[in-house]
């Protein structure tokens, strides 16, 4: 073998232990991807996919975040419609013509009871719900925002454009009919009571007032729960778009590591007996 034969053995042997550790590279990486110039329009892409997939991401936990507020509110709201009508029940009860005096001072005292656990749900300052003191941590909130308040509406991102948008409804209901209920006056005492001739009035509007805002709140939930599926499927086939790209095809991969490894091997073996064969060779011509 001359030595220009050698060298091209040398180089092609070099070109398949190259191939042969990308090949292992890829495999015990998992990533088609093991060097910048590996395929630049698709890492491109790869990477494009990736921060779409990111905004995905965010609005997702956007909208389930929003979710748990509107399940949270609903809760609750369940819980004052519950209220609500065993008031009204006392009311009725208070008015009957065979309520005695001691039988509308228990139906006071449970109704008492009942307005102290509704103004612990909706809370409100002294300005919207009266009283000695404001009551800024009811336990009508979710992360320390009040459910039942005032305030501007809350605005939800949920998508990857800035129209992508879903407002939750505002469910003050530190105002109107349900605010009656539960108003003290400047010594701590509630402005209404059990046999007030207006009480059976303001119940019935106040379960109106929370039954508008139960329909409103299920609204919400409702587009937030459509675009959570939105959400989900659209990271789902963008991962998948990412793994097609980016991922090593295994089976691909292992039978180019099977080729290369023989070429190597091949080549290493005509190499050496190249190398022995020249020395041999030199050595003949040495001893003439």
């Known amino acids: 073998m001359n030595i220009s034969n050698s060298s091209a053995l040398a180089e092609s042997t070099g070109q398949s232990q190259d191939l042969l550790s990308s090949t292992l590279a890829r495999l015990s990486s998992g990533t088609t991807f093991i060097d910048g110039g590996d395929n630049p329009a698709s890492q491109a892409t790869a990477s494009a996919y990736t921060s779409t997939n990111g905004l995905v991401q965010a609005a997702l936990a956007n ?20 209220i609500l009508s065993r008031m009204s029940q006392l009311a009725t009860l208070s008015g009957a013509a065979t309520s005695s005096p001691s039988d509308k001072a228990d139906y006071q005292t449970e109704f008492s009871s009942l307005q102290n656990e509704l103004r612990s749900i909706i809370g409100g300052p002294t300005s919207a719900i009266g009283g000695t003191a404001d009551v800024t941590s009811p336990q009508g909130t979710f992360d320390g925002s009040v459910l039942f308040g005032g305030g501007s509406p809350q605005v939800v991102e949920a998508g990857t454009n800035p129209s992508d948008n879903i407002t939750l409804p505002q469910l003050n209901l530190q105002q109107g009919a349900t605010a009656a209920l539960i108003n003290q006056d400047g010594s701590g005492n509630f402005t209404l009571s ?48 990412i793994s097609n790209i980016s991922d090593t095809d295994v ?15 091949a080549g290493t073996a005509m190499l050496a007996q190249a190398n022995a064969n020249a020395a041999v060779v030199y050595k003949l011509l040495k001893q003439n």
């Not at 509007?205 to 659209?234: C, F, K, Y």
């Not at 991969?253 to 091997?265: H, K, P, Y």
């Open 251 to 265: 089976a691909t991969q292992s039978t180019q590591l099977a080729r290369f490894s023989i070429l190597e091997q």
């Open 63 to 82: 909208v389930q975040t929003s979710l748990s507020y509107t399940q949270t509110a609903d809760g609750d709201m369940s819980a004052m419609q519950g």
């Open 194 to 241: 059990v046999t007030d001739p207006n009480a059976v009035s303001t119940l019935g509007g106040a379960i109106t007032q929370l039954a508008t805002a139960q329909s409103l709140n299920g609204d919400a939930a409702v587009r937030l729960q459509i675009a959570a599926t939105t959400l989900q499927v659209e990271s789902q086939n963008l991962t998948s778009a």
